[in-house]
């Protein structure tokens, strides 16, 4: 705790607990203090005045096994078990506590419920859901006065954790200690409570440095590992040496660091820097990129920055502390949920013992404080994480595939274009692009009028999932019309194929950052030569002057493949959703003889019909790549990269794509 900011006011506060006579409120603070062994020892039940009433499970509440107190819901042994592997996970941090602790102010509830939260992973109680938390990291100013007798109290508590085998770290605030010593002021009570003998019996414990004061987790989460540095509020040069050691052990290892003091906020939430928060991050954050976050507590209000370290990528220092809000804070805790599909790392602000009290029962100042939605409270942190963590834990890259582990059965043409000319060449005039399958279904450049070499060139850019290691890239442009595609050979089996027992069309794409809807909608990855009305289709929704297959792009840019099949009269159309530019995309399109179905990066969209579509109308005319036709004639040219593209006599399943 720093009283920077420290204001009060009174109010009435009805439907208070009766936590002085015979309620159920008061029968279960009692259980707690003869249990922690507090009664007797001159902490009363006086003037306690909490909310409202107390969670329905507190009252006649068993103890834990093994550790005592007011162990509820189902904190159990040995029940920590969080999913390593799901890519959606959770770290929880809890700031100064200190009010709740304070002497003969004794207050565990309002923790208790934290933890309870925590051991329960977060489930959300109208869906079943849970946040898969990980890892509880308690910010310092655990205690007041750093008494044993308080300690006491805070021990019973976190004895749930301990129980349940989770994965926990506390580190020593100012008031722990009451002392602004260093890390080698020897023994306090918070050591002999929070010491390395009780961390090393924690799940995910690391290591501590030899004055017992600053701990080192490891735990995984997202199928890697992850170390978070619970470190004392004072680092001696010993201390600093330590912490850049273990992380020097661990060179591939994200860090989180969560301290007591680092930053400060202003009334805006904009953080800055202590003058010890400088000495850490000069000693110890800014020289290890793998520290990408920083949590801590002591000073209010919350607030958060982004700096840049010594290689110029971002840390994000964060501040949270609530002790001077109502009933000291409520035990309020900050969820940092990662989500490493989405890149983001949401982050919310609540107090879980507030949530258990039913809403007609909170007090007038409990209900304000339920849960904080400020922008320094509940916001979402986008970190592409490989970027970020690529200085020290590169991913590898999927290396390229030979052509033949890609020619599955029933391939009928199979095309890629990594072996062709150096980045960013002319693709050449004469240019014959093979079928890997051998059959003949090769690719000839064909161009508009007027159209310049470079309109078509090779590309080392690829997919990163995709078998060959290049791509072609287009500039096709309209009004006037300019551009190169490729075009299968006028004897190319392909152009008779009807595939009435099926097919799967793949091909990886991707719309560059200048993609523009007014000169490119509409253009195709890949079409047919022909007609509809050639091909005597005049359905409902015909149009007889568009080809009879081609797989465009709308001025969304979303993907639709829009074909004539032998057995309708009219077309019949798949849609994908809104493409972003600048993304690698893999498509495919499957039919199993009756019905077709879109994928986009193994993912089946939602507008595919439910009409029978049954194989693909030809007039045995040429396949485009990268060009579309219109009343007979070239229309529009691609405008991107195109990657490989595989074409398939039946269904594929997801398991069987490129992207495999």
């Known amino acids: 705790m720093h ?29 707690f203090l003869r249990g922690a062994g507090l009664l007797g020892a ?68 309002p923790v208790e419920a934290s933890i309870r939260y ?8 109208e869906d079943g859901t849970d946040d898969n938390i990980v890892f509880l990291a308690h910010l310092g100013d655990v205690t007041e006065n750093g008494l044993a007798v308080e300690y006491a109290a805070v021990s019973k508590v976190f004895g749930l954790l301990d129980d349940a085998g989770a994965a926990y770290g506390v580190l020593a605030g100012n008031h722990d200690v009451r002392s602004s010593t260093d890390d080698r002021r020897g023994s306090t009570p918070y050591l002999e409570t929070f010491g390395q003998a009780r961390a090393a019996r924690t799940s995910g414990y690391h290591s501590s440095s030899p004055d017992g004061y600053n701990t080192c987790h490891v735990f995984t989460a997202g199928g890697r590992p992850w170390m978070l540095l619970s470190l004392d509020w004072r680092l001696s040069d010993a201390g600093f040496a330590w912490a850049n050691a273990v992380i020097a052990a661990n060179p591939e290892v994200p860090v989180i660091l969560t301290t007591h003091e680092l930053a400060y906020a202003d009334a805006a939430g904009r953080a800055e820097l202590s003058d ?24 209010w209000p919350p607030g958060r920055t982004v700096l840049k370290n010594r290689v110029g990528h971002d840390v994000h220092v964060h501040i949270t502390n609530y002790q001077d809000r109502y009933y000291g804070g409520a035990a309020m805790i900050r969820a ?105 279904n090769d690719l000839l450049r064909r161009s508009a009028p007027g159209t310049p070499d470079d309109a078509l060139t090779w590309s080392a850019d690829h997919h990163p999932d995709q078998p060959g290691h290049g791509s072609l890239l287009f500039r096709g442009t309209r009004s006037p019309l300019r551009g190169s595609y490729l075009e299968t050979v006028p004897t190319a089996p392909l152009n008779r194929e009807t595939f009435e027992r099926g097919f799967t069309v793949e091909a ?153």
């Not at 002085?20 to 603070?29: S, V, Y």
């Not at 790392?345 to 100042?365: C, G, H, K, M, Y």
């Not at 000169?519 to 007889?544: C, F, K, V, Y």
Request: aromatic share 8%; charged share 25%.
């Open 336 to 440: 940092y949920r990662f989500d490493l599909d989405r890149n983001t790392v949401d982050v919310s602000t609540f107090s879980p013992w507030i949530q258990e009290i039913a809403a007609e029962e909170r007090n007038t100042l409990a209900a304000q404080q339920v849960e904080l939605t400020s922008e320094v409270d509940r916001f979402s942190l986008a970190i592409d994480f490989d970027r970020r963590f690529a200085g020290f834990a590169p991913v590898p890259p999927r290396p390229a595939r030979r052509p033949a582990e890609l020619l599955v059965r029933d391939t009928v043409a199979y095309w890629r274009f990594d072996d062709g000319g150096r980045d960013g060449t002319a693709v050449p005039p004469q240019q014959v692009v093979k079928d890997l399958t051998g059959q003949g």
């Open 276 to 299: 010890y928060g400088r000495k850490l991050w000069d000693r110890l954050i800014s020289g290890n990129d793998q520290i990408f976050l920083t949590v801590n507590g002591h000073y």
């Open 118 to 125: 925590v051991l329960d992973g977060g489930v959300n109680r």
């Open 42 to 109: 001159g902490i009363g039940t006086a003037g306690l005045g909490l909310l409202g009433a107390e969670p329905a499970q507190a009252a006649g509440s068993a103890p834990a096994e093994g550790g005592g107190g007011t162990a509820r819901g189902k904190a159990k042994k040995g029940r920590w078990q969080p999913d390593p592997d799901a890519r959606r996970f959770t770290v929880v941090v809890m700031p100064d506590t200190q009010y709740l602790f304070d002497q003969d102010r004794i207050h565990p509830a």
């Open 508 to 660: 990886f794409c991707k719309l560059p950052a200048d993609w523009d809807s007014g000169r490119s909608r509409w253009s195709a990855l890949l079409s047919r030569w022909g007609m509809a009305g050639e091909a005597g289709r005049s359905g409902p929704g015909t149009d007889p002057e568009e080809p009879v297959v081609t797989l465009s792009l709308s001025e969304a840019p979303a993907l639709q493949w829009c074909v004539y099949p032998l057995n309708q009269t009219g077309a019949s159309t798949c849609w994908g959703h809104q493409l972003p530019l600048d993304t690698w995309w893999h498509v495919a399109v499957v039919n199993d003889g009756k019905l077709s179905r879109m994928y986009v990066d193994g993912c089946e969209v939602a507008r595919n019909p439910s009409t029978p579509a049954v194989g693909l109308t030809t007039l045995g005319r040429p396949w485009m790549l990268g060009g579309y036709s219109y009343a007979g004639l070239l229309d529009k040219v691609f405008h991107g990269h195109i990657g490989d593209v595989r074409i398939t006599r039946r269904a594929l399943r997801t398991r069987e794509f490129m992207t495999a």
């Open 3 to 31: 009283d920077i900011h420290e204001s009060g006011h009174a109010c009435e506060c009805p439907r208070t607990a009766d936590l002085d006579g015979d309620g159920p409120a008061a029968a279960g603070r009692r259980r």
